[in-house]
């Protein structure tokens, strides 16, 4: 079971003192935290990928390589990669450069975007949503699985012989999950390939990540991947914790009336109620979060929003203090009762195993004219 | 057993709007054989419907109402004239309603104001709103101003609208004159067979 965090990177301003940060300082705090992240114990840090102001989650695979050549351990990752308005050819390159960089420490999630005008920003219309995620999807699995791919499709220009690189690191292309929150087609997709799914599990009921995660289980199952509570799942998650539940509660009400997204609507009572959030002990964090497999079942990755709301970087460097602290009670907590057959999030390690070993795909340049390529000269 | 849900946008209580919606709801209950009724205070939902725009989802009241909606056979939805339409909550709760709810559905529309000079907003306002929604409109609308409360001509309304809400939702108990007059006799018609004349001095004297 991976624990981490996930950030959207946005630029809050601070309501209890009314100062919002820079983009630079909002830059440089992510990096810390991810940092911190790595230090306290957690397995993954996750960026979101945004392309508009109030957040400075755009560029992500410079952000991770970043974050990746300070870290040792920490698994990078995304939440999400806009698989509908990026270019699949990019996705491939990038996330395989960063798998060399980083030593296979890199997966990442799809996603659709955050707000509607991202697709006519990058030239895609929002009704395509759906078949972009599906089409483009299918185009980067291709471009990472073979060598050498011909291609024609609908939302981008046709490929002939085309050879992405670098190829996957170990010949082993990263992880995938796929991220939705109500779209079961995203979870039929997951499911059709074998690949992770993650539910956001954060400012929604947890009704909405059931049904997804039901069905993205019994789909997961039918095209025989494995039984349904072998499928990959990973939930968000949000909490405040102090010492003192109490404490918790008046320290996080300002962030909570305020914050983007669920500010100036519910009160927190009511949201903590209806969604994952969590304000309070320790105790009550663990409690909660042990309570998700009540509905979701055994899973492999929990991330947590903690810098969001324009908490300050002091404060969310606390909360992952109190994280790190509680880890083992939640590794203890979530490996109770767990079943045997029920596998962990798979990792570059564990992949390369299950492909029977790492070999070298690189794909040697050939020779129009002879139709050898440089290596064949060398040995000859 | 058919459902019908009244949904009434009044703020005051007691209000015209909920008085104008129980008569319409007695009169659909009468005309039907059996029906299940569910009412929809939207004063008393009106946090949630805000809640609901700002995070996405609703609390479980507002979802109660919702899943009311979309099992019922037939709406009857009343709402009191703001600034010459609806009321912004009586909209929001249409707002939050998750597309294609309304599809097919029939839906009586009926308004309450201060003066009969915003009785067009059922056609201008509520008509293109349910049209927009997919559902079926009746063809009878109901507004009542403050005056119509006084006056039997509100009675003979609400009747044929209910009944022409009945014929649509499904099994009608009896069909009385009033329903029947929604089955229109052309001048045609009347050059073919024309109304004996017995009664139209029965319809002549509101009979």
Same mark, same amino acid.
């Given at each position: 079971m991976q624990f981490g965090i996930f950030t959207v990177g946005d630029v809050t301003a601070d309501p209890t003192t009314g100062r919002t940060p820079s983009e630079h300082e909002r830059i440089k705090a992510t990096v810390a935290i991810a940092k911190k992240a790595e230090e306290v114990g957690l397995d993954v840090f996750a960026t979101g990928e945004h392309h508009n102001p109030p957040f400075i989650a755009s560029n992500p695979t410079a952000t991770l390589a970043y974050i990746g050549a300070q870290t040792e351990r920490i698994i990078l990752s995304t939440a999400t990669t806009l698989i509908t308005t990026t270019d699949p050819v990019l996705i491939a390159e990038d996330y395989a450069k960063i798998q060399h960089l980083t030593d296979g420490r890199v997966d990442l999630m799809m996603g659709r975007g955050n707000t509607g005008p991202v697709y006519p920003w990058f030239g895609k219309d929002i009704r395509d949503g759906i078949n972009l995620a599906v089409e483009n999807y299918a185009l980067l699995r291709r471009l990472w699985d073979e060598d050498v791919v011909n291609w024609e499709g609908k939302y981008r220009t046709p490929l002939q012989g085309y050879t992405s690189t670098p190829r996957p690191l170990d010949g082993v292309a990263p992880f995938v999950w796929h991220g939705s929150i109500r779209s079961p087609e995203i979870a039929e997709q997951a499911a059709y390939y074998g690949d992770g799914f993650f539910h956001n599990?954060?400012?929604?009921? =947890?009704g909405h990540t059931k049904q997804m995660v039901d069905l993205y289980r019994r789909r997961f199952e039918h095209y025989g991947h494995g039984t349904a509570d072998q499928a990959i799942v990973g939930l968000g998650g949000q909490f405040f914790m102090r010492k003192n539940s109490q404490e918790a509660v008046n320290e996080f009400r300002p962030y909570f009336d305020n914050a983007p997204v669920y500010g100036h609507g519910p009160s927190l009572e009511d949201f903590t109620e209806a969604t994952p959030l969590t304000v309070g002990s320790p105790q009550q964090v663990l409690e909660r979060t042990l309570g998700f497999?009540?509905?979701?079942?055994d899973y492999q990755r929990q991330l947590f929003l903690v810098?969001? =709301?324009?908490?300050p970087l002091k404060t969310v460097l606390e909360q992952l203090d109190l994280l790190g602290e509680l880890l083992p009670e939640l590794r203890k907590g979530m490996a109770e009762g767990r079943p045997a057959h029920v596998p962990d999030a798979p990792t570059h390690a564990s992949l390369v195993a299950a492909a029977g070993g790492a070999h070298d795909s690189t794909v040697h340049a050939v020779d129009d004219?002879?139709?050898?390529?440089d290596r064949e000269e060398v040995t000859a | 057993m058919t459902k019908l849900v009244v949904i009434s946008a009044g703020?005051?209580?007691?209000?015209s709007t909920r008085l104008l919606a129980d008569r319409l709801t007695a009169a659909t209950v009468e005309a039907l054989e059996e029906v299940e009724v569910t009412h929809v205070e939207l004063r008393d939902l009106a946090h949630q419907v805000t809640d609901q725009l700002l995070t996405g989802f609703p609390g479980a009241e507002l979802a109660a109402a919702q899943e009311a909606v979309r099992a019922a056979d037939g709406l009857i939805v009343v709402t009191p004239v703001f600034s010459a339409s609806y009321s912004g909550l009586f909209k929001s709760f249409f707002d939050v309603l998750e597309t294609g709810v309304l599809d097919g559905k029939p839906v009586l529309v009926a308004a309450t104001a201060g003066t009969a000079r915003h009785s067009l907003v059922l056609e201008h306002a509520l008509r293109p709103l349910f049209a927009y929604l997919h559902a079926v409109v009746v063809p009878t609308g109901v507004f009542a101003a403050t005056?119509?409360? %006084? %006056?039997?001509?509100l009675d003979s309304r609400v009747v044929r609208a209910a009944g022409e809400l009945a014929l649509l939702m499904g099994k009608v108990s009896r069909v009385d004159s009033a329903v029947s007059v929604s089955v229109r006799r052309t001048t045609q018609d009347e050059f073919a067979e024309p109304t004996p004349f017995e009664q139209l001095l029965r319809q002549a004297s509101g009979r």
């Open positions: 599990h954060i400012f929604w009921p =947890a497999r009540d509905y979701v079942g810098d969001h =709301a324009g908490l004219v002879t139709g050898t390529t | 703020l005051s209580v007691p209000s005056e119509d409360f %006084a %006056a039997h001509d």
